[in-house]
């Protein structure tokens, strides 16, 4: 049996979940999440747990075992205590700054990029070379960031750009003048 999807989810207080016809619904004080659950899944709910079982063993209802505890877990986490990337911008004259709810780039271009942030998601700029992805869908969350990282990735060879915080770039020795 699964390891990860045989483990109850604990439900805390101030959570509602439901489930119908194969959309989990999840409201909290972050927020509410719905998600489309495989309808194979058996989800059998208490008043304070969740426990996500298979019809059968054969290899696709293992896969999604597993699969649909973890997405449940991280709806129940993000309306509670919601979930945050942070960003790094390394360049000179590189830098950001939040207007309302846009956040604005400066990234070496010829023009600065402004990205609305979309329902659900907060941008934070603690530091001019700092940025921070909030929100309750851990999914949305990280694609959001990955888009940023996007519009200028980390060179190898100067180190400039936009990385994760806790990601390390392996640097590359430039070419040499024989």
Same mark, same amino acid.
């Given at each position: 049996?699964?390891? &990860?999807?045989?483990?109850? %989810?604990?439900? #805390?207080?101030?959570?509602?979940?439901? +489930? =119908? @016809?194969?959309? !989990?619904?999840?409201?909290?004080?972050?927020? /509410?999440?719905?998600? /489309? &659950?495989?309808?194979?899944? $058996? &989800?059998?709910?208490?008043? @304070? /747990?969740?426990?996500?079982?298979?019809?059968?063993?054969?290899?696709?209802?293992?896969?999604?075992?597993?699969?649909?505890?973890?997405? %449940?877990?991280? !709806?129940?986490?993000?309306?509670?205590?919601? +979930?945050?990337?942070? *960003?790094?911008?390394?360049?000179?004259?590189?830098?950001?700054?939040? /207007?309302?709810? @846009?956040?604005?780039?400066?990234?070496?271009?010829?023009? #600065?990029?402004? !990205?609305?942030?979309?329902?659900? %998601?907060? +941008?934070?700029?603690?530091?001019?070379?700092?940025?921070?992805?909030?929100?309750?869908?851990?999914?949305?969350?990280? &694609?959001?960031?990955?888009? %940023?990282?996007? *519009?200028? =990735?980390?060179?190898?060879?100067?180190?400039?750009? $936009?990385?994760?915080?806790?990601?390390? $770039?392996?640097? @590359?020795?430039?070419?040499?003048?024989?």
């Amino acid at each position: 049996m699964s390891r &990860i999807g045989k483990e109850p %989810i604990d439900i #805390p207080s101030g959570v509602d979940v439901k +489930f =119908e @016809k194969g959309l !989990m619904t999840v409201k909290g004080p972050k927020g /509410q999440l719905e998600k /489309q &659950i495989h309808n194979d899944m $058996i &989800i059998e709910l208490d008043d @304070k /747990q969740i426990v996500v079982k298979r019809p059968t063993d054969n290899k696709m209802h293992k896969s999604l075992h597993g699969l649909t505890r973890s997405l %449940i877990a991280n !709806m129940v986490d993000g309306v509670t205590k919601g +979930f945050e990337k942070k *960003l790094e911008i390394n360049g000179v004259g590189y830098r950001a700054a939040k /207007q309302g709810n @846009k956040l604005v780039l400066t990234i070496g271009y010829s023009h #600065p990029i402004e !990205m609305e942030a979309p329902e659900g %998601i907060e +941008f934070d700029v603690p530091a001019p070379n700092k940025i921070t992805v909030k929100g309750a869908d851990k999914e949305l969350v990280g &694609i959001i960031a990955a888009n %940023i990282r996007k *519009l200028r =990735e980390p060179d190898p060879y100067k180190g400039k750009g $936009i990385k994760y915080e806790n990601e390390h $770039i392996r640097r @590359k020795v430039g070419k040499t003048g024989a």
